[in-house]
């Protein structure tokens, strides 16, 4: 069993900063990548960032040079630092990674129960 943990969502206002954590627990034997997504009201799941084992990275056109995700392996640890937030920033942010639970296994993508960011003044 894996488990997914956020934190660090908020009210802020536009210009303003936020840092989001995921921490993953359990039964991990590897992984493999990790990101968030996010998801406004009526509008699809898109991806926001995503960093993988040898730590490359990549982002939505919409966030590159204002967002910047890390992980801390040791912790098994992913933050999106969100600078100069915009009001089409807000959304439900999802953590997503893809571990695996033994070395028999190629991974899985696992959730966590998503945080509320609200950019408005």
């Known amino acids: 069993q894996v488990q997914l943990v956020e934190s660090g969502g908020g009210l802020v206002q536009p210009g303003g900063s936020l840092r989001l954590s995921c921490a993953a627990s359990?039964?991990?034997?590897?992984?493999?990548?990790m990101g968030w997504y996010r998801q406004a009201p009526g509008k699809e799941r898109e991806l926001v960032a995503r960093?993988?084992?040898?730590?490359?990275?990549n982002y939505a056109e919409s966030v590159k040079g204002r967002f910047t995700i890390s992980r801390d392996n040791a912790k098994n640890t992913v933050y999106l630092q969100m600078n100069t937030l915009k009001p089409e920033d807000t959304a439900v942010y999802y953590c997503?990674?893809?571990?695996?639970?033994?070395?028999?296994?190629?991974?899985?993508?696992?959730w966590g129960q998503g945080t509320q960011v609200t950019v408005s003044s």
């Open positions: 997503n990674a893809h571990i695996a639970i033994s070395a028999r296994s190629g991974g899985f993508d696992y």
């Open positions: 960093i993988i084992s040898g730590g490359s990275t």
């Open positions: 359990g039964s991990i034997f590897r992984i493999n990548a």
